[in-house]
């Protein structure tokens, strides 16, 4: 599937300028976060089948909308940058079970934590993480849901270099992926630039002479 970015997006434009500042303090850095993995989640719920259900109007019952079968789908938020995102996604999809992941680069997840997962095997399973840099953690966690018999695989994250995103793009025809935005600047993120630093506040300070 092409990989979706909205990159040109006024209202992403907006939000990124905020992710990206260092003036900000951590629980700002964290809202910024959550209101990308919102829009994002109003972005790939275009792939869901909707259902009717009935709802409480002013004027009595009325048919309105959900997602159809909201709660058999898996979010699966990267630790620890990614947890904000999925906060946002979770305003979206409120009925979607979580499980929180923390891959190895390279390696993805030992067969403990495979198992910890719910039924793999036709299931949609939804990927969240803030920023993929080079895919090393994201991959082969992609490859162990696809050979286990996942369904439908989703990737949400707030940015990407342009180069890993074409590489994800081919090497997963199979994925949906949604970038808020992708970037010519690629850089992994270390000490005080490091995303799950500024976003917890854990950073880390100079050493006295």
Not at 5 to 22: D, F, G, I, Q
Not at 116 to 136: C, H, K, W
Request: glycine share 8%; charged share 25%.
């Amino acid at each position: 599937m092409p990989l979706k970015h909205y990159t040109e997006r006024n209202l992403v434009r907006l939000l990124a300028t905020r992710s990206r500042r260092t003036d900000i303090t951590p629980w700002e850095l964290t809202q910024s976060h959550v209101e990308l993995g919102s829009f994002l989640a109003g972005e790939l719920v275009e792939l869901l089948d909707l259902e009717p259900c009935e709802i409480q109007h002013p004027q009595g019952i009325r048919q309105g909308w959900r997602v159809a079968r909201e709660e058999e789908l898996i979010l699966l938020p990267l630790l620890r940058a990614g947890l904000y995102t999925a906060d946002g996604v979770r305003e979206v999809l409120r009925q979607a079970a979580v499980v929180h992941i923390s891959p190895k680069r390279e390696i993805g997840l030992s067969e403990a934590e495979l198992g910890q997962l719910p039924s793999i095997e036709g299931r949609t399973f939804i990927l969240i993480d803030s920023v993929v840099n080079t895919g090393a953690s994201l991959e082969p966690v992609l490859r162990q849901l696809r050979e286990r018999g996942a369904g439908r695989l989703i990737v949400v994250a707030l940015v990407g270099p342009a180069t890993t995103a074409k590489r994800l793009e081919t090497t997963f025809p199979e994925v949906h992926f949604f970038f808020a935005r992708i970037s010519e600047n690629q850089y992994t993120g270390v000490g005080a630039t490091d995303t799950g630093n500024r976003l917890f506040g854990t950073l880390p300070t100079r050493s006295r002479e």
